[in-house]
């Protein structure tokens, strides 16, 4: 791959809809600076260097473009700059197997009734209340 340069940054800030930030003073200062707000309310920033030197430092490159720009891989950064279009980081958590149980529901029955989170996994939330119940109904030993 290609070593990114700094204007390579600001390409992408601007096809992928960052804003331009400027400093108290309203001017721009040493850097290039762009914040983005995601859909799921993270906030991103970055900035970039004035000049069009090349990114020489590959750990900070990592950092900026996995940290800073919010990307899965350099691949997606590039893939960006060459179609134009705005990055898309929707998450796609998997989908829960079935009906989960409470947090304070699993916490008591592995800290209290001494079951383990793969028991637990198989029950439904009625057979763990029912479990739990049935501990705090036996007389302590």
Not at 50 to 55: A, C, L
């Given at each position: 791959m290609p070593q990114p340069k700094f204007s390579d940054i600001?390409?992408?800030c601007q096809t992928d809809g960052w804003e331009e930030r400027k400093g108290a003073s309203g001017k721009r200062?040493?850097?290039?600076?762009?914040?983005?707000?995601?859909?799921d309310?993270?906030?991103l920033r970055t900035r970039a260097s004035?000049?069009?030197?090349?990114?020489g430092d590959p750990s900070l490159w990592r950092r900026i473009w996995r940290d800073q720009l919010a990307l899965e891989s350099e691949d997606q950064f590039?893939?960006?700059?060459?179609n134009g279009k705005p990055v898309d980081r929707t998450r796609s958590a998997p989908a829960p197997a079935g009906p989960s149980l409470p947090g304070w529901l699993v916490d008591s029955l592995i800290r209290k009734v001494g079951m383990s989170p793969e028991e637990i996994a198989r029950m439904t939330e009625q057979e763990g209340r029912e479990?739990?119940?049935e501990f705090y109904s036996q007389p302590p030993e």
């Open positions: 600001r390409r992408i200062g040493d850097h290039f600076r762009y914040g983005k707000v995601l859909e309310c993270r906030i004035h000049g069009d030197d090349e990114i590039w893939e960006a700059l060459e479990r739990l119940n």
